[in-house]
């Protein structure tokens, strides 16, 4: 049936056609107030057919899978990339097998009353950690997602993905009005992921960062140097980065980085990797949303821009392999070029020699989203959590406050990086699709960046 | 099985409710093109029809809820039975439930026509067709104008309805289609890019001329630019600016935030929370806007919404259930899609119009500066504490004219603040895609940190 929906897809005249289908079930549940609010459970199961012809892409879905619906989408798809018609050969598929991630508890055989007591549990210990606390919501999501690709290269592979998370946000209340603070691990696990992160953990998290913000100074404005403290800065790496990295923004000359490949773009302690190959991490896969294998791709190596991440569309226009990049929000989409869980690796330099050397600055320990013009690599960056450096050390709170740059600059002057790291796990969008994704880094410094802050000068 | 009635599925779901329990269903259609189109040929182009309904069970004031992405009946009673199996689980609230016919009785729906039978007869190649054109227009508006990097055409027609067991059903359809461009305007090794966009409910509403033109001249106009010093001006904002801020300004006027405490607005109802000449409206009802519906995604017929009155806060958005727990009633505001419970949302901010144009307000400003475009407003603003802290692109104002263009900066100042120092509205109101219309506003002062 897969080999004809492919026959049928190349009959206009494509070049290369696929099908990708996927049976995606889910479950989250919800406390909100002292309350469970709702348990929620999804089902999306359907086929996307691509055609590629030349420099175009057809693509139609369907939820039916029955052999109608793929023809039906196959033939739609085929017509919008339509050339000339012919009779293609038919496609001979070859399985590949693939070892998915090892899951220890599939999240479908948990009984959700053990998912509701994870609830509980947060929103009795964000509460203990004192009477200012006044709105605590919980979350916790998981989500099973069952894919397979076949195409007229004669691939066929199928994957099975788990991935689990748990959220808290607080409000607390003081004198200078309502502050939030949010923390949301997720890995690519089952419900073990409660094994390692407890739900207490995130919600006290959660319950401080908020706490902290009550005292909060106005953020001060201007340029400073910027600590980014292990784990939260990464995501700046991720947006100011990485995105301009991603083949098909070089390709429509939509980056700052394109045409520099071996040029020095960052001081030599720099080293970025994009890698989905990391075990449990939140944006790690066996195969991409094309079925190519995830892999680990340098992109700056000592400082010096070595490769670009890629899809299938892209990497065969360039004559080159993809580097598993190729992701997709669900069977209704298409694929473009994503990143998986994209790292600054960590250097020699201990993290508090580097506030020790900072005279005055800006140490910020949560970001909240941020957002990158890849074109000029002008990017803005919320901060959740953040304090001051004064004469090397931390001092007071700072409240809510944007910091904006330029990507290719900032990695330019990052002059110390630290010998810690850890990760954060988030949701990357682009062109409307969201996909999961990880980012991460050591404690480093920014000798210069803009802060958006609110405190008169 | 593409072939389900959706009106008919989700009739025979709501009608299996048992004794002691509510069902609801939520069942959307949708029929979408989409077309990319770079460099003169097409990118991609995609053409789906999908449909999926999701359950709602109430029983004992526990909510369970579970919905799928297809009609299929196999899948779709499935749902049923996961609802109230989640049911089970969520805590009583003697608030929850739905909203009965009686309940509605008195409340007339607004008759809108936001359906045009003649999107669904464009064929394909006019959809790819005028996508080219406004690539080609793009490239031709300005010789600075170096690439076009992303030229869109896309359209919907859209069918929703919702039916409960308590008598409930309303059906509203509509289509729509936009067009976009993203200029990237060049003058040596510097690029600036910016972004002009149409939407109309028919094919013949696009003004791709004018999408071309805007997308250009707004990168165009950037190139050059610097990073100012830090400073505190009067700010003006573009209406696509106002358009989005006004966006978290009615997230903080959302009564389901307003009631678990997470609004700036917690507790202010009758005091003065804007200048005296601040009048902010949620009207759904008015077919000009984009988010425009006869209903909410409960089946409540929508109405308009006075929030801000002359500066005084006077109103909130509640769905049902915020509606009665706080006890103001709803106001046919509950948003949603499929993948969940309805929520409370704005679908048609708009700001009272003032009488003068955007050049005659930026006349006004001797030095200041005018926001084009801000990044980071998800981020960098909080409907909880009111802190506003964004990037921005945009030119200066210098003796009441446009001057050099500016880049890498923040605006920042709190929500609150914002509305106390909002000089002036402009005349130019523009309905945007999603849940506001924008016009040209001047604040009377803002921290802008450059260097």
Known sequence: MLSETLNVALRSGGDFAEVFAEDRTSS???????????????????????????????????ADLSPEGLRAAAEASAAAARGAPGTPPLVSLERRDVAPAPIAEPPEGIDKARKVALLERADTAARARGDAVRQVSAGYADGHRHILVANSDGLLVEDDQV?????????????????????????????????????ETVATTAADRSLAMLTAQPAPSGPMPVVLRRGAGGVLFHEACGHGLEADLVDRDASVFRGRVGNRVAAPMVNLVDDGTYAREWGTYAIDDEGQPAARTTLIEDGILTDYLWDGVRARKAGRSSTGNGRRETYQHLPMVRMTNTYLLASEDDPDDIIADTPFGLYCVALGGGQVDTATGDFVFGVTEAYLIEHGRITAPVRAAQLIGNGPEVLRRIDAVGSDFDTWAGTCGKNGQGVPVSAGQPTLRVSELTVGGTARD | MTDVEPVAAARQLAGRAAPGEQVEVYVVRSRETDVEVLRGDVESLTVAEQAGLGVRVVRDGRLGYAWVGSLDPALTDT??????????????????????????????????????????????????????????????????????????????AIDTTVVSSLGVEATMRRTSCSCSAVALAGDGPETRSAYGFSVGRTFDELDIDGTARDAASRAVRLLGARQPRTQRLPVVLDPLVTGSVLGVVGGALNGESILKGRSMFVGRGGEAVAAPHVTLVDDPTDPEARGATSHDGEGVPTRRTTLIAEGTLRGELHNVYTGRRSGHGTTGS??????????????????????????????????????????????????????FSVGAVGLMIRSGSLAEPVREITIASTLQRMLLDLVEVGADRRWLPGSSAGATVLIGEMQVSGS
């Open chain 1, 28 to 62: 989250s549940g919800r406390l909100d107030d002292g309350r469970v609010e709702e348990l929620v459970s999804g089902r999306r199961r359907g086929a996307g057919v691509r055609v590629v012809r030349g420099e175009t892409t057809g693509f139609a879905h369907t």
């Open chain 1, 163 to 199: 991935r689990t998370r748990f959220s808290v946000t607080c409000v607390a209340v003081g004198d200078t009005g309502l502050r939030t603070g949010t923390e949301a691990p997720g890995r690519t696990v089952g419900f073990e992921l409660f094994d390692d992160i407890a739900p």
């Open chain 2, 79 to 156: 749902a049923l039975v996961e609802a109230r199996d989640n049911a089970r689980f969520a805590a009583p609230d003697e608030w929850q439930g739905l909203v009965s016919a009686a309940d509605l009785n008195g409340t007339t729906p607004v008759t809108l026509d936001l359906w045009r039978d003649e999107l669904l007869s464009v064929d394909t190649a006019a959809k790819v067709d005028l996508a080219l054109r406004l690539e080609a227009a793009t490239a031709a508006a300005d010789p600075l104008v170096r690439m076009v990097e992303s030229t869109s055409y896309g359209d919907a």
């Open chain 2, 334 to 387: 509950a948003v949603r899609g499929i993948g969940g419970p309805p929520s409370v949302g704005a679908r048609a901010l708009t700001l009272t119009s003032g009488s003068r144009s955007a050049e005659k307000i930026v006349a006004s400003v001797d030095e200041g500066l005018y926001v084009q475009s801000v990044s980071g407003l998800h981020s960098g603003t909080n409907p909880v504490s009111g802190d």
